[in-house]
């Protein structure tokens, strides 16, 4: 029990609260950059400097959210745990849900218009619906 | 699950924030246990119990003890 006591109580560090604003600058940089990424297509070819560095910025920024989130998830403490799971497990279903429907109805001949790249970013509405939901409960 | 954290923290003068870096929690996480929101677990409880001195069921009651 002892040990189990000492782990918990190394959980909270000072620089979960750094990570968690990294984790939100980092997200609207990427949904930022994802805008940009999709307005650009049809200003751009494929090749261009510009939507080559606005990808790479992208790719970059996504990257390095899923780093400081994972930081942040190993820094929280229970309570906090507790939340994002709730999250999670509301976020997840919604997510399997969304990217089957899509999957389906482009099978069907619908939503041929929107670009698969752009899932990875959609996918994120589930997860915010999900913390929303949590944060309604816990809050 | 009711408690007296709240009233315990208060007999000690202690904040919120203060008592949750005492058991290196955040102060949500108090908060939350505070209003009921949120049970902790067995070594937050026992960790909370050592520091005001308490047994941990002198502290935690569950619905149905309060009931009866």
């Not at chain 1, 929107?114 to 915010?128: I, N």
């Amino acid at each position: 029990m002892e040990g189990v006591m000492e782990m918990a109580n190394k959980e909270p560090r000072k620089e979960s609260n750094r990570y968690s604003w990294a984790v939100g600058a980092l997200s609207i940089l990427t949904a930022g950059l994802g805008v940009v990424h999709i307005l650009m297509r049809d200003v751009y070819q494929p090749g261009h400097p510009v939507r080559l560095l606005v990808t790479s910025l992208l790719v970059l920024s996504f990257a390095s959210f899923v780093f400081f989130y994972t930081r942040t998830l190993s820094r929280l403490d229970e309570y906090q745990r507790q939340i994002h799971l709730f999250a999670l497990a509301i976020g997840f279903p919604l997510s399997l849900v969304l990217a089957w429907a899509i999957g389906y109805f482009r099978a069907e001949g619908l939503l041929q218009g929107r670009d698969p790249r752009d899932l990875p970013l959609l996918l994120l509405v589930p997860y915010a619906i999900g913390f929303a939901a949590a944060w309604l409960k816990y809050r | 699950m009711k408690n007296r954290l709240k009233v315990l923290r208060a007999e000690h003068n202690w904040t919120q924030e203060e008592l949750a870096q005492r058991v290196g929690v955040s102060r949500q996480a108090i908060n939350a246990i505070e209003t009921g929101k949120y049970d902790p677990s067995l070594p937050l409880a026992i960790k909370l119990g050592r520091l005001f001195g308490k047994q941990v069921e002198e502290m935690f009651l569950a619905d149905e003890d309060m009931e009866g």
